[in-house]
């Protein structure tokens, strides 16, 4: 409407100076028609002159880059190209959000612990994430459209490549993966849209190792029952079917007795680690005073002493009293009777265990039992705290132990912030400590100075 009234209006403008010129510069005293006839088609040739520049501009205009100012502010053109510069905008909107949408995404799956890899129809890598890239040693643009087969050349895998049957996953190592280190992997193709492959693989390292240790725990207790079962079961059928002395029939009652005991420790054993497993972490806020506790296994050591080699060891404690550990009393007696009670047992008669529980410059405090018995050879150290590890089995067995120990006093270590040191010369001793962290140790109220190894009081006992 807008538009032909403005052509109405040029036209009647045209007509407007031709009707004014006839009269003022041809002296026609009647305007005539012809002038004002011309005028108007002149005017109108004139507007379609204009309609089709502001028309060029728009053009130019929809053609640029730039769509962010209209060309042309008034009448239709202004009115479309006002109308273009929103439809534009409003579409650059959108794709800037599903642009934003599709980074996200694929941070997402860059931050996914499990490796990513876009394969094409051709099995083409197009896209992989870190994981992936570290999984198979991929790297940046220069692995990109590469056939992943000539990349990845594990035989399982590329028996799951040759056969294409993807209902399962593989496993493989890692790229990284050495001797030392193995890495294994697992990893699935999945097939999605037209002919191409998702291909996801998860670090099963962990779990590998994990299902491993528990099979080996398994067999471990098993072997271990059956041992002393298999005594047991022929000490009864011995009893059963042989008639027997008195006095034989006491000495294999003895001896079942020692193997149900055997076996008895061991199961106590085992339900401890699983407590100390299954259990939530010992409270921090419960303040266990450790002079008693250190008292209960004087006591109960001295006793094994004397049944284990008479009267022949001698046990040394200096226990500074007035410090207290943050977590529970019975997992530390448990610890340190483990501690105290091996080095009884691997010391022989006429040497002695130094037990010593001081307090450290830094506000920690330590445990440590010496004793001057077998010692052990460096390259079993590391391993000492292994379930079922043992130096020297015959001694362990004669002895009662389980093979439980060390690893039931790492546990408890680990449980209160603390750690255990081993040190060891072979024929000449061994000393385990274990150091708790300052966050665990409440000090008697006195500060205790750089120099304060030595305890506020000790106690001692020589059993020689
Ligand atoms: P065990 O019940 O067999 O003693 P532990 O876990 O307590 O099991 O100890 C593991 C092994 O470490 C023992 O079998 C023993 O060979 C060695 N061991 C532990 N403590 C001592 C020690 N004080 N002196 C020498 N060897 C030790």
Known sequence: MGRLLSFALFQALGALFGWWFSRSFMSLADPTWA?????????SYFWHVLDVALAMRVLRWLNS???????????????????????????????QQRDSRFQDFLAAMQASPNGVVLLDRDLRIEWFNQSA?????????????????????????????ATADFQSDVLMPGRASTTAKPVRLSVHMHPYGEGRKLLLSRDVTAVEQAEAMRRDFV???????????????????????LNLSEQERVRYLDLMAQQAER?????????????LEGSPLPSA?????????????????TELSRVLWGQAQGLYFEVAPDIAIAGSSTELHSALLNLIGNAARYTPEGKSIFVNWRAQADGGAEFSVRDEGVGIAAEHIARLTERFYRVDRSRSRET???????????????RHGAELSIASTPGQGSTFTVRFPASRVRLPAEPISAHSGAPASTSAIAAA
Not at 38 to 43: D, G, H, N, R, T
């Open 35 to 43: 002038p004002m006839l011309l005028c108007a088609l002149v005017s």
């Open 65 to 95: 880059a730039d769509m962010l100012q209209a060309p042309v502010s008034f009448g239709l053109w202004g009115e479309i190209s006002d109308r273009v510069r929103r439809l534009a905008r409003s579409r650059e909107r959108a794709v």
């Open 133 to 161: 890239q570290s999984h198979f040693g991929l790297e940046g643009t220069r692995d990109l459209f590469q056939h992943f087969g000539n990349l990845v050349r594990d035989p399982g895998f590329a028996a799951y490549l």
């Open 219 to 241: 067999a471990n207790v098993s072997h271990e029952i059956r041992t002393p079962l298999t005594v047991l079961s022929g000490f009864v059928e011995t009893l059963q079917s």
């Open 263 to 275: 076996m008895q420790s061991l199961v106590s054993d085992l339900l401890t680690l699983s407590r």
């Open 285 to 301: 806020q419960e303040w266990v005073p450790m002079a008693p506790v250190f008292e209960h296994c004087r006591q109960e050591v």
């Open 400 to 414: 009662g132990g389980t093979g439980l120990g060390l690893a039931i006093v790492k546990h408890v270590a680990q």
